[in-house]
């Protein structure tokens, strides 16, 4: 009994850390200008998005600027991934918690896969949403530069304009990696759990 202890409470944890995306930002992007002592931080969480100073101005200041220049305005209850992104994550600490109960190489094996598969997504569908973002800009906007687009780093730092854009993964994103490092670990005990009963 003893031996079916490790993968479990590592799978446990992973599921436990998983949790960590509805607690913390999963990314920042920051906004430094002369304007704007101490800069303009947008949190980015699994379902919202806020600001350092809590609330609704980071984004209407953001939106004022993204006036200017014509890009979109930032409406979080238009972004379909803020609603349905907190059900997928339920969906896998359910079938997280399923997994323990199996105690399967297979089923630890299919959590891995599918959690990580889901996290490269995650990825993927924010830089096309900053893409979008930055290069689908309004002809019409009061500034206009030609060639200029404004896409904010998926991942560093950069100019744009009178600004300097920073953009990195915060603890929520950081959670969720070790909840896969996690996760991998118990499929990695699972296996070898099973190799050495048959020796």
């Known amino acids: 009994m003893k031996s079916f ?4 409470f590592l799978m446990i944890a ?28 947008l949190n980015i969480w699994i379902n919202k998005f806020s600001g350092d100073e809590g609330g609704g101005d980071i984004i209407k200041n953001i939106n004022i600027l993204n006036h200017y220049i014509g890009m979109k305005y930032i ?6 991934e803020l609603k349905y992104f907190p059900f997928i994550v339920y969906g896998m600490m359910t079938l997280g918690l399923v997994t323990v109960f199996l105690n399967k190489t297979w089923a630890y ?14 990825v993927y569908d924010f830089y096309l949403w900053m893409y979008d973002y930055g290069h ?10 030609e060639g200029m687009t404004y896409m904010p780093p998926l991942f560093g730092e950069k100019d744009l304009l009178n600004f300097y854009v920073k ?10 990696t070790i909840s896969i490092v996690f996760s991998f670990l118990a499929t990695w005990f ?6 050495d009963a048959r020796i």
């Open 14 to 41: 992973a599921v436990v850390l998983l949790a960590g995306v509805f607690l913390f930002p999963l990314w920042q992007i920051t906004l430094e200008a002369a304007q704007f002592p101490g800069g303009l931080r």
């Open 190 to 195: 699972r296996k070898k759990q099973q190799k």
């Open 5 to 8: 202890i490790t993968p479990r």
């Open 167 to 176: 953009s990195y993964p915060r603890m929520g994103t950081i959670f969720l």
């Open 136 to 145: 689908n800009l309004d002809p019409n906007a009061p500034i206009k530069i």
């Open 109 to 122: 094996a299919t959590w891995l896969i599918i959690m990580s598969v889901l996290g490269i997504l995650g």
């Open 75 to 80: 409406e979080p209850d238009s972004i379909a």
